[in-house]
């Protein structure tokens, strides 16, 4: 005896069709509207407040850690090979070409994209943009857009304060504690660290995990069953979907930035 039917397994396809094609149509809805958006600087200001300060202190202390973990790992491994001058340019490399962007935008996703998916999710809950629909206003552009913009433009600047604290970190750790030479650390990293290659490929990592973070927090949060329980299970496929999404494209961006 079957236990599905051939138009189960196709309503099933379609359906998840459907869902993407909306998803894609919105995301590019928000990617119009960029002028529309920032030309209403206190929606956007508000939203860059609220995701980026909101969030320092646990990138800051993050990246504190991280730069720690890798200073000591890094000496302990270079020592076996008589290279711990190159201490510091192991620690900038590993914190601006991939920790910095990856651990960055998934702590933005456990801290900034879970808040904005319960916030929109109790709007919706709370028949707010129902509301704003009977007014004549476009919930989209008026609360997701600054909120998707405000998400993108603050993850680079997240992205770089985690890899100067890290560095920062590593500093203490390599120099003070272990006692390797500040003018080898420094001067290594700095002959070592390409502008356009190294820093600018964390930049625009960072960037595409802004868009995808924010997106999948904003749609979950738009898509939420208005209720709490519907809350809720947005905000936990927020957490897992962007994470998955943020390793899934850091695979894609390092192999077509490393193969070129």
């Known amino acids: 005896m079957s236990w599905y039917r051939p138009a189960d397994v196709g309503y099933a396809v379609r359906s998840k069709l459907d869902d993407y094609g909306y998803s894609a149509r919105l995301l590019g809805r928000l990617l119009a509207m960029v002028g529309s958006t920032l030309r209403r600087g206190r929606l956007v200001r508000d939203q860059v407040h609220f995701l980026g300060n909101f969030s320092l202190a646990i990138i800051g202390v993050s990246g504190l850690f991280v730069g720690f973990v890798l200073a000591l790992q890094g000496y302990y491994t270079l020592q076996r090979y008589g290279s711990a001058e190159a201490l510091g340019l192991l620690v900038a490399l590993s914190l601006v070409r991939e920790l910095g962007p990856v651990v960055t935008a998934l702590l933005f996703a456990g801290r900034a994209?879970?808040?904005?998916?319960?916030?929109?999710?109790?709007?919706?809950?709370?028949?707010?943009?129902?509301?704003?629909?009977?007014?004549?206003?476009?919930?989209?552009?008026?609360?997701?857009?600054?909120?998707?913009?405000?998400?993108?433009?603050?993850?680079?600047?997240?992205?770089?304060?985690?890899?100067?604290?890290?560095?920062?970190?590593?500093?203490?750790?390599?120099?003070?504690?272990?006692?390797?030479?500040?003018?080898?650390?420094?001067?290594?990293?700095?002959?070592?660290?390409?502008?356009?290659?190294?820093?600018?490929?964390?930049?625009?990592?960072?960037?595409?995990?802004?868009?995808?973070?924010?997106?999948?927090?904003?749609?979950?949060?738009?898509?939420?069953?208005?209720?709490?329980?519907?809350?809720?299970?947005?905000?936990?496929?927020?957490?897992?979907?962007?994470?998955?999404?943020?390793?899934?494209?850091?695979?894609?961006?390092?192999?077509?930035?490393?193969?070129?």
């Open 113 to 260: 994209g879970t808040s904005l998916t319960a916030e929109i999710g109790r709007m919706k809950a709370g028949e707010q943009l129902s509301a704003m629909e009977m007014m004549a206003v476009d919930p989209v552009q008026r609360i997701l857009a600054p909120r998707f913009w405000g998400g993108v433009l603050v993850m680079p600047l997240l992205a770089a304060v985690f890899s100067a604290v890290g560095i920062l970190g590593g500093w203490l750790v390599g120099v003070v504690l272990i006692g390797v030479d500040p003018g080898s650390f420094w001067s290594q990293m700095q002959g070592g660290v390409d502008v356009f290659k190294d820093i600018g490929n964390g930049v625009i990592k960072s960037l595409v995990f802004g868009v995808a973070v924010t997106f999948i927090a904003v749609l979950q949060g738009y898509e939420a069953q208005p209720t709490p329980e519907g809350v809720a299970r947005a905000t936990t496929r927020t957490v897992v979907m962007a994470s998955l999404a943020v390793l899934a494209l850091d695979f894609v961006l390092t192999t077509l930035m490393f193969s070129i």
